[in-house]
């Protein structure tokens, strides 16, 4: 099942560390808010994802699983 990086966007106070954490993911908007790739996580890149989420300040960063389709 493929995992997804989602921010909340209520939640997010724009410090920058999951950007710093998951560059290959993530990019910072011009003021300083997550711009998140929507593509599944790569398999290489899943522990730093992990990381990254854990590393949040505010718990914004989340990890969610892509749910069966029918």
Do not use: K
Request: net charge negative; aromatic share 4%.
């Amino acid at each position: 099942m493929a995992e997804r990086l989602r921010v909340n966007p209520i939640a997010c106070e724009a410090h920058g560390m999951c950007a710093e954490l998951l560059p290959e993911m993530i990019s910072l908007d011009e003021w300083g808010y997550p711009i998140i790739d929507e593509h599944p996580i790569p398999p290489e890149l899943a522990e730093l994802a992990r990381r990254a989420a854990q590393a949040c300040p505010t718990f914004a960063l989340l990890i969610q699983r892509d749910r069966p389709r029918g």
